[in-house]
């Protein structure tokens, strides 16, 4: 099994649609082996404190804790992000991980950049490659995108355009 460093942003995308019939979060966790930082644990503490989508999509991914890789890693000094992001992109290059999850996507030439190894992707294009593996149907994904999209504020956003229109 493939291992996947996902960053809160994409984690909390994923936790938006849980619940659902396509449950990509499920998914996820069913495919990959997904690690994150202790710092994103963190991170989703802070974001389910929240009474919002959001907050209840965190609350979802805390839910399914047991299923993740949580580990320890140190935090590169001279990187120009939040921990977060800085903590996911050190153990993604750290554990040698196949692919890292990140929503940040006015950061993501930076997050890019600074991967070793390692492929990022963002939410979008993983419910394309779930379709591609026949993980998920092509009509569900784009469901799922636009709950997602619309809950996250996506309506504009390329990555998402691409990803729909490779969907439909």
């Excluded at 930076?110 to 992707?121: G, P």
Aim: charged content about 30%; glycine content about 4%; hydrophobic content about 45%.
């Amino acid at each position: 099994m493939a291992r996947l460093v996902a960053d809160t942003s994409g984690l909390v995308s994923l936790g938006i649609a849980a619940g659902r019939d396509a449950e990509p979060l499920a998914l996820c966790l069913e495919t990959y082996d997904v690690t994150v930082p202790e710092t994103v644990v963190d991170e989703l503490r802070d974001v389910a404190a929240y009474d919002d989508v959001h907050g209840r999509a965190a609350d979802a991914v805390i839910d399914r804790r047991a299923d993740l890789t949580v580990r320890s890693v140190e935090l590169d000094a001279e990187f120009p992000l939040d921990d977060g992001e800085n903590a996911t992109v050190s153990l993604a290059n750290e554990a040698d991980a196949a692919l890292l999850l990140c929503d940040e996507f006015t950061s993501l030439g930076l997050v890019h950049a600074s991967l070793a190894d390692t492929r990022l992707l963002t939410t979008p294009t993983l419910l394309s490659v779930l379709v591609r593996r026949d993980r998920l149907d092509a009509d569900a994904a784009v469901d799922e995108l636009d709950t997602i999209g619309g809950a996250r504020s996506w309506d504009a956003n390329s990555y998402v355009q691409r990803a729909r229109s490779l969907l439909e």
